[in-house]
């Protein structure tokens, strides 16, 4: 085992070591093993070429699709991409080089770059700029943007086999060519996002998502079994939503242009028929993302980066030790996260707020069916589910988080452990918390996580190591 002393986390910025106490066990820093990618800077763009001429499931390159769609044509060629919620460093890099493709061909007076809000609120322009598109190509292409709002300018365009109504954004609907551009990555309910989540819920009416979203829910369990990260055979909510592809396709021309971003790079870029892209993405994403383990461990602690500024999306870092850690009530969870910006989410807060004082079976099917129905349901709700499902798994009490927030609203409201350190001294608070539930326990197994986006598979979870 490396030295105690040898292993760095962090807590915001602010480099945190030396915060392992002496124990009898093992201590194991989880990463995926490297990725080798053939794409680099030097030849993104004759690797982006290359995909745009021979795309998976077409007859014809995206060239020539363009001639027969909207070369000669007074319909648009309608460029899908992500809102200001999702990191956007594929929008960046490769939104500048198609436009400039499409510039060579004569067809820019016809494009039109559609961002896909979903139900999110409306971004501002400044926030589109900086966090989508970026500086200063945002002003070369502004005119050229549209917001989606999924209250306005949207059609019906009939219901999927569950019932889920489908109204899909009018300017993508009368488009000759649709191009969602899009990365692809884990996601915890959906099962992998990018691809077809681009239409749904990224282009699709506020009734779609309220019909799919709450697919997710178990009364007794809070989600059903198949809803979790990397899991799409059998998912509900992604089954709809490829469903709901499957029909427009039928009538419109989808082309979807799909990355895998890593460190910050672009290590995998394909293009073509949407369907075929979101199942070409499940084997690298799995060799990126899945760490495997003999099993759970009994001490996770996650260090979460930028997703730490807020409460509420520092959730994906409890979802992230949830799947690593044991589940008998004698495993913990600790979570380094400042969360300086504090709950991050007042949905989020009055609905832990509206069941304090229930148990937690009680709360978690009080929240299911208060703020989870078709009609009651909207992007947020599912985390106190979330939260409390993590809870009840892993026990009260032990959930814990070293942060800046009020440590009575963290225990009262939302059930979380808070642990406030003096000063910079987080390795001391660190070390203390660990030492206390070490002090009596033998051949501990703790995991620390970095990236809380990796998925921890403990291969064999009745056994201990």
Not at 307 to 313: A, S, T
Not at 422 to 431: A, I, P, Q, T, Y
Request: proline share 4%.
């Amino acid at each position: 085992m490396k030295g105690l002393n040898s292993f760095v986390l962090f807590y915001g910025d602010q480099k945190i070591t030396d915060f392992l106490p002496s124990f009898s066990g093992t201590v194991k820093l989880l990463e995926p093993i490297e990725y080798k990618s053939l794409i680099n800077s030097e030849n993104m763009q004759q690797e982006f070429y290359r995909v745009l001429n021979s795309p998976i499931g077409f007859k014809n390159s995206f060239k020539d699709l363009i001639h027969s769609t909207v070369i000669g044509t007074a319909k648009k060629l309608v460029i899908i991409v992500d809102d200001i919620t999702r990191p956007n460093i594929h929008t960046k890099i490769l939104l500048p080089i198609l436009l400039n493709y499409l510039n060579e061909l004569g067809v820019s007076s016809q494009v039109m770059i559609m961002v896909a809000n979903g139900t999110h609120s409306m971004p501002t322009l400044d926030q589109i700029a900086t966090k989508v598109i970026g500086l200063p190509f945002f002003h070369k292409v502004k005119k050229l943007i549209e917001l989606h709002n999924c209250d306005k300018n949207i059609e019906y365009v009939g219901q999927t086999s569950r019932g889920t109504p489908i109204y899909i954004n009018k300017y993508v609907l009368d488009a000759g060519l649709i191009v969602p551009l899009t990365d692809s990555e884990y996601h915890w309910f959906a099962g992998q996002a990018g691809t077809v989540k681009s239409l749904c819920p990224g282009v699709a009416g506020r009734k779609t998502i309220q019909y799919n979203h709450p697919m997710m829910f178990d009364l007794q369990i809070g989600f059903k079994e198949s809803i979790k990260l990397g899991v799409t055979d059998g998912n509900p909510v992604i089954e709809d939503m490829k469903e709901i592809v499957s029909l427009l396709t039928k009538d419109h021309i989808i082309f979807g242009i799909d990355t895998i971003v890593n460190n910050n790079q672009i290590v995998y870029l394909q293009a073509g028929d949407l369907l075929a892209l979101h199942h070409l993405a499940k084997e690298p994403l799995r060799e990126l993302r899945v760490v495997p383990v003999k099993s759970e461990g009994d001490i996770v602690i996650i260090s979460p980066g930028n997703l730490g500024l807020n409460l509420y999306q520092t959730g994906k870092a409890f979802h992230a030790g949830w799947h690593a850690v044991r589940k008998d009530g004698r495993g913990k969870i600790i979570v380094l996260a400042p969360c300086t910006e504090g709950h991050g989410n007042q949905a989020y807060y009055e609905a832990m707020l509206s069941c304090e004082s229930l148990s937690i079976e009680e709360a978690l099917k009080y929240c299911i069916n208060t703020y989870c129905s078709v009609d009651s349901f909207k992007i947020g709700n599912q985390k106190p589910v979330d939260l409390l499902r993590i809870i009840k798994d892993v026990g009260e009490g032990n959930l814990s988080v070293i942060t800046e927030m009020d440590k009575n609203i963290l225990q009262r409201v939302f059930r979380i452990k808070a642990l406030n350190p003096e000063g910079n001294f987080v390795s001391n608070c660190l070390k203390t918390e660990l030492s206390t539930y070490l002090q009596n326990t033998k051949n501990v197994i703790i995991y620390l996580i970095k990236d809380p986006g990796i998925l921890v598979e403990p291969n064999q979870i009745n056994q201990r190591v």
